[in-house]
């Protein structure tokens, strides 16, 4: 791990603004072998884990991956002001338009303030998923959270936001 505090790597390697690609894995020649961010993605942590780990790695053919389609009521929620000693909560609703059952294998959040629950039954075609995020100020702010779920579609992972001011 390296911690630059000049960014003068950032500067000179000119990296994406999107942290997924901000992350990468280095050889012992210090040869990037693989990039991404493996907190956000299950999927890059268990590339890293099988490359550190020496074993081999086949690019899956993404042409057996049983995937389906979904629609999604909204993206994001405004939440407004509210008393920060007062949890808020925010449902999504994730339906299944494709031909296969819906899989949510991962949801993360990009702070601990906001956790996440969810059936974690497979949606069948039809069928939805609802998700409820519930946002807990530790104090008051104006606040901006993404909250990212991995599933079985060609858009996952898809990004869902909650904002609002916890005064």
């Given at each position: 791990?390296?911690?630059?505090?000049?960014?003068?790597?950032?500067?000179?390697?000119?990296f994406?603004k999107?942290?997924?690609?901000?992350?990468?894995?280095l050889?012992?020649?210090?040869?990037?072998?693989?990039?991404?961010?493996?907190?956000?993605?299950?999927?890059?942590?268990?590339?890293?884990?099988?490359?550190?780990?020496?074993?081999?790695?086949?690019?899956k053919?993404?042409?057996?991956?049983?995937?389906?389609?979904?629609?999604?009521?909204?993206?994001?929620?405004e939440?407004g002001?509210?008393?920060?000693?007062?949890?808020?909560?925010?449902?999504?609703?994730?339906?299944?338009?494709?031909?296969?059952?819906?899989?949510?294998?991962?949801?993360?959040?990009?702070?601990?303030c906001?956790?996440?629950?969810?059936?974690?039954?497979?949606?069948?075609?039809?069928?939805?998923?609802?998700?409820?995020?519930?946002?807990?100020?530790?104090?008051?702010?104006?606040?901006?959270?993404?909250?990212?779920?991995?599933?079985?579609?060609?858009?996952?992972?898809?990004?869902?936001?909650?904002?609002?001011?916890?005064?």
């Open positions: 791990m390296c911690i630059d505090e000049k960014d003068s790597f950032n500067l000179l390697n000119k994406p999107d942290n997924r690609f901000q992350t990468f894995l050889d012992k020649n210090k040869k990037v072998v693989a990039i991404g961010n493996p907190i956000n993605n299950p999927q890059i942590k268990e590339l890293y884990q099988k490359i550190i780990q020496g074993e081999t790695t086949n690019q053919d993404e042409s057996k991956l049983v995937q389906t389609e979904v629609s999604i009521d909204k993206t994001s929620v939440m002001s509210f008393d920060w000693h007062k949890e808020q909560k925010a449902t999504f609703t994730l339906k299944n338009t494709g031909g296969s059952p819906l899989v949510i294998q991962d949801v993360t959040t990009s702070y601990g906001t956790t996440v629950s969810y059936s974690k039954e497979p949606a069948h075609p039809g069928k939805e998923i609802t998700l409820e995020a519930v946002y807990k100020a530790e104090h008051p702010e104006h606040f901006s959270k993404t909250v990212t779920v991995y599933c079985n579609t060609a858009s996952s992972p898809i990004r869902l936001s909650l904002s609002g001011d916890a005064k």
